[in-house]
């Protein structure tokens, strides 16, 4: 019961700071480098992998609520790209963007709390505790990894055309096609690390579960 409670707070609480963050973005302008309009801006939004790895989580979290026992191929990459991709963001934005990033308005600068520590912590631990194990296979981390190559070639191809990349460190008008290649396979290498983090917590928890 206690499961349920916490994937529907993570699902509510996201819901409610990426909306917020959705219907500011789309009002006005706060950053210099932000698209002028607001469709623009709110593609330039879902652009950022922060958002889109919450909303993954998201989507796992909503179908344990209703389906617990949920294990298909789908859902088992939804699941994974869910929980790599805010570790990522966890890790990146507290490492290395944190100093320069200052959202303007205190509600913004909550919302981001929410979704670069908040919601990464929340997610973590209830997979820690609650599970479901034994899903991260060869060919779900294969179809994960192929879709964080799919964001990829998708910010670089945008950037190529409009000039807007969602992080300095692969801004190629800024730092060069030579580093923002080798901060995006630094990351790349990051995704292997913390799947096979995952693989072995999932392994402890699993042969803590059958001696129980």
């Known amino acids: 019961m206690f499961n349920r409670s916490l994937n529907l707070f993570i699902v509510g609480l996201a819901l409610l700071v990426i909306g917020f963050e959705t219907y500011t973005y789309w009002i006005q302008k706060i950053r210099p480098w932000q698209p002028i309009s607001p469709i623009g801006r709110v593609i330039f939004y879902y652009s950022f992998f922060t958002v889109l790895s919450n909303i993954m989580l998201v989507i796992s979290c909503l ?22 991709g805010v570790l990522i963001t966890m890790i990146v934005y507290n490492t290395m963007l944190r100093g320069i990033h200052h959202p303007p308005t205190p509600l913004l600068r909550l919302a981001n709390e929410c979704l670069h520590l908040i919601l990464p912590l929340l997610g973590i631990i209830t997979w820690l505790i609650y599970g479901p194990f034994g899903r991260i296979k060869a060919n779900i981390i294969f179809y994960s990894f192929l879709s964080l190559l799919t964001y990829g070639l998708y910010i670089f191809i945008r950037g190529y055309y409009t ?4 992080y300095p460190f692969i801004n190629v008008n800024r730092v060069g096609y030579a580093k923002a290649l080798y901060a995006t396979v630094s990351v790349a290498i990051l995704f292997f690390l913390l799947v096979i983090l995952l693989i072995i917590v999932e392994r402890i928890r699993i042969k803590i579960s059958h001696k129980r």
């Not at 179908?63 to 790599?84: A, D, E, M, T």
């Not at 000039?163 to 969602?166: F, I, L, M, N």
């Open 63 to 84: 179908v344990l609520l209703f389906k617990p026992s949920c294990s298909n191929k789908f859902f088992n990459v939804i699941r994974l790209n869910g929980l790599v």
């Open 163 to 166: 000039g807007q990349y969602p």
